[in-house]
């Protein structure tokens, strides 16, 4: 693998993303260089995320009066900002605001009472921030309801909508597509490359009732244990690091039993292993 990225060039005719494919190369793997901030702002980052964890429901001004018991203050407009840049939106009741042109590609939620019984039937995709020792970098995992298994995930400095119809590619192309799948309205999945991408592939379109905690709650309870578990402890120094130790996790988190799932071992009901 090593060898085939360093064959990837971007003074070639051919684009990076076509030579990624050619060589069967992840390419957002080809970019582990964290996104930068000042250092104080990563640390504010850094406790915006592990409140948020706790507390999802916090806003702008609930996480700047948060942030303050920690000793660090920030004006209201530096808080929404960098709430802005992580992806984190305040979880309630409200209007839907998405942006105009956005709209039309919003989905109905599809799992409210479904009898989910065998995999590939609903996966589940989100994104989430990712702390480092110096800048940060967003992490794409996409999660068999069923089985609790990560069918697939992605690290980039990037939260472009091509990197997750490359990584649901993926998915469909190792372990074959599910019949739906779930996702947020963030921009990446409202939008024509997601529709497109889903639509090809003749896989349904579910998404989250704008401002509900629960829909997606699979991948979310993997982004919190991920967090605990590994990502706050073991504070990456580089992005290749980073990237090496979320492969590492996850290969244990498939491997590992789980109490959700009856103690069952999400590779074995993945696989429907007795």
């Known amino acids: 693998m090593k060898e085939r990225k360093e064959m990837v060039s971007k003074g070639e005719n051919l684009s990076v993303r076509k030579q990624s494919e050619l060589l069967e190369v992840n390419r957002s793997s080809l970019y582990y260089k964290p996104l930068g901030e000042s250092k104080e702002n990563l640390e504010i980052m850094c406790q915006m995320d592990k409140i948020y964890l706790q507390s999802p429901t916090y806003g702008v001004l609930r996480m700047q009066d948060e942030l303050e018991e920690y000793g660090y203050y920030a004006n209201e407009k530096r808080v929404r900002r960098l709430m802005r840049k992580m992806g984190l939106e305040a979880i309630y009741p409200k209007k839907n605001l998405s942006r105009l042109g956005q709209t039309s590609y919003i989905q109905p939620y599809l799992l409210k009472g479904l009898n989910i019984d065998r995999p590939n039937q609903v996966w589940m995709?989100?994104?989430?921030?990712?702390?480092?020792?110096?800048?940060?970098?967003?992490?794409?995992a996409v999660i068999d309801v069923y089985s609790r298994y990560i069918v697939g995930w992605n690290l980039s400095?990037?939260?472009?909508?091509?990197?997750?119809?490359?990584?649901?590619?993926?998915?469909?192309?190792?372990?074959?597509?599910?019949?739906?799948?779930n996702s947020d309205q963030g921009s990446q999945y409202t939008s024509k490359e997601w529709a497109n991408c889903l639509?090809?592939?003749?896989?349904?379109?579910?998404?989250?009732?704008?401002?509900?905690?629960?829909?997606?709650?699979?991948?979310?309870?993997?982004?919190?244990?991920?967090?605990?578990?590994?990502?706050?402890?073991?504070?990456?120094?580089?992005?290749?690091?980073l990237y090496e130790g979320i492969k590492n996790y996850i290969h244990r988190y498939n491997h590992r039993r789980h109490q959700g799932i009856g103690r069952i071992k999400p590779i074995n009901k993945y696989k429907q292993v007795a």
């Open 157 to 181: 400095n990037s939260l472009a909508k091509e990197i997750q119809t490359e990584l649901i590619n993926e998915c469909i192309k190792k372990h074959g597509k599910p019949q739906i799948i």
């Open 125 to 140: 995709i989100d994104i989430s921030y990712i702390a480092m020792r110096q800048g940060f970098m967003y992490l794409t």
């Open 199 to 241: 639509q090809q592939h003749q896989i349904r379109i579910s998404m989250d009732g704008k401002g509900r905690a629960i829909d997606n709650v699979y991948v979310e309870r993997f982004f919190r244990t991920i967090k605990q578990d590994y990502v706050y402890l073991n504070p990456a120094k580089d992005g290749l690091e």
